[in-house]
């Protein structure tokens, strides 16, 4: 059974910069996306990043592309979310998630929620003047 902790959330200006990290364990991670998704108040969750673990398939929402950057550390099977030119609309809980399966390099990255089996608990970012 996999476990995925979030941690990097706290409370930051405008403009400022936040990088979240997922530590995962009790699973493999060759062919699997891993990635980020989010929730703000009275929204729907929504995909934020995403790659496939064995490969350098990466897709981003176009709301974080040229902000955010996702990378990954194989050896401690972690991820990251560098998250830069924060905007109030960035405010939300940030959650990562993973899949139970394995895909080819050549399959799209999943980027809906329901897609994926396995989630963190979620680190709230929140960025106010």
């Known amino acids: 059974q996999v476990q995925l902790v979030e941690s990097g959330g706290g409370l930051v200006q405008p403009g400022d910069s936040l990088k979240l990290s997922c530590a995962a364990s009790g699973r493999t991670f060759s062919g699997f996306d891993m990635g980020w998704f989010r929730q703000a108040p009275g929204k729907e969750r929504e995909f934020v990043t995403a790659?496939?673990?064995?490969?350098?398939?990466?897709y981003y929402a176009d709301f974080v592309k040229g902000r955010f950057t996702i990378s990954r550390d194989n050896v401690n099977n972690t991820m990251y979310l560098q998250m830069n030119s924060l905007k109030y609309e960035d405010t939300a809980v940030y959650c990562c998630a993973g899949t139970s399966r394995a895909f080819s390099s050549f399959w799209p990255l999943h980027i809906t929620s329901q897609e994926y089996d396995y989630w963190g608990q979620g680190t709230q970012v929140t960025v106010s003047s």
């Open positions: 790659f496939r673990w064995g490969t350098d398939n990466t």
